[in-house]
């Protein structure tokens, strides 16, 4: 006697494999109302039955039938990876303790003994059949959330190949050292910039602007990431087109800041400050929007901030204006432009690095070149904040003038 299963999906799935028919019968009786029933009579049927689509959710196996027994029918049950999951009760008028412990580890699930109780049989079958659906429910959550993570995945893994391109490129806007060019130089110039994350809003520039004026800047875009990167080019590419028409570093924040006010519907804005060296004189012209003072520090190894009045940051305030302070850089001289990413980054305590340990790095490593300045202040940073993660890109221009002339080293 055999049946092919043809119930409804949403119904559990019980196999009943029994040589004999009355037991089937009597099976199918208890358990008709509660799931859908098909049966086998012989141990091979019985696995033709569980390798099929849809495959039962439960099997209630015969210990004692012809050819193939039900702990035979079990092992191969339990080497197939398609029918390994499916619970085994095992059906038996046996009732020796070594003959369940046998069953139970072949990996049978419960022992329902001959002759049947139905109200056992169906609070066995019942309590084996919501476990399997929890089970069920179990696993179809572990794959979906697998493959959630693995497309995940696969979306980090291409958003961070984009970004580490997006990164390339924004680094690849910014000047390159100018050494050895045309001319010698009482001037040398050492940059450094960290972003946070792939790309950033921190920007540094420097270019000759008539041979004969040097334009150098530092900017800060608000917020970070992408919006600020996208902004920061936005920056760059205006100041390098108005720069050339610009006579002080006055007029060329006022015109930037009139470009960056168009159309700024994202409210984005960046701190400045700005400077024209003279390149035959070493007078000096500096202009910052919202931006913190720079800091000179003497031959002397003094170190002190140029206090001066400033505009409001570029891109809020149409019509703001941004006066100039002029000075002139002596001889061993040097002026730091940075960004608060300096002073403000934090170690694993989250204490800030602070004004007073950059006063004391550039002031220790006054009589050193700009480049060896710049090495000595990122080894203090670097100790200071340790194993803490960057929350602000980090961005430093040294500019100096040799206590002599000694070739064109580095603008």
Do not use: W
Not at 130 to 152: C, F, N, S
Not at 242 to 269: G, H, I, K, W, Y
């Amino acid at each position: 006697m055999s049946s092919q299963p043809t119930a409804p999906s949403d119904r559990p799935r019980v196999l009943i494999v029994d040589d004999a028919p009355e037991n089937i019968r009597l099976l199918m009786g208890f358990l008709g109302k509660m799931c859908s029933v098909q049966a086998a009579t012989s141990g091979p049927k019985a696995l033709e039955f569980a390798r099929m689509e849809p495959r039962p959710d439960l099997i209630l196996l015969d210990v004692v039938m012809p050819g193939l027994s039900g702990y035979e029918v079990c092992e191969e049950l339990k080497r197939d990876p398609a029918t390994l999951g499916i619970p085994v009760i095992f059906v038996t008028g046996l009732n020796d303790v070594d003959d369940e412990k046998r069953g139970l580890a072949l990996g049978a699930v419960d022992y329902i003994s001959k002759p049947f109780h139905a109200e056992l049989v169906r609070a066995r079958v019942s309590n084996q059949l919501e476990l399997k659906r929890h089970r069920d429910h179990l696993e179809r959550e572990i794959r979906q959330r697998t493959d959630e993570l693995v497309a995940a995945q696969r979306i980090q893994q291409r958003l961070q190949s984009e970004l580490d391109v997006a990164s390339r490129l924004q680094r690849s806007m910014l000047p390159e050292p100018l050494v050895g060019k045309k001319r010698p130089s009482e001037f040398a110039l050492a940059t450094y910039l960290q972003a946070a994350r792939a790309v950033g809003g921190d920007l540094f520039d420097h270019f000759e602007l008539d041979g004969r004026r040097l334009l150098f800047l530092v900017g800060d875009v608000s917020d970070k990431g992408i919006p600020a990167a996208l902004f920061m080019v936005q920056v760059r590419t205006l100041l390098r087109s108005l720069a050339s028409r610009s006579t002080s570093p006055e007029e060329l924040l006022v015109q930037l800041n009139e470009e960056l006010c168009r159309d700024n519907q994202a409210c984005m804005f960046v701190t400045v400050v700005c400077g024209f060296l003279h390149l035959d004189s070493g007078a000096m012209q500096l202009a910052r929007g919202g931006h913190e003072h720079p800091l000179l520090v003497e031959a002397t190894g003094q170190v002190r901030f140029l206090e001066f009045e400033g505009g409001p940051a570029l891109g809020l305030c149409p019509g703001a204006d941004f006066p100039s302070f002029s000075m002139t850089l002596g001889d061993g001289d040097l002026l730091a432009l940075y960004t608060d990413g300096v002073t403000e980054a934090a170690n694993l305590a989250y204490e800030l690095y602070g004004e007073e340990r950059l006063l004391e790095v550039l002031g220790r490593s006054c009589d050193q070149d700009p480049d060896q300045m710049m090495d000595a202040l990122k080894t203090s940073l670097a100790d200071f904040v340790c194993e803490a993660e960057p929350s602000d890109d980090i961005t430093v221009l040294l500019l100096r003038k040799s206590p002599s002339v000694t070739g064109y080293s580095g603008l």
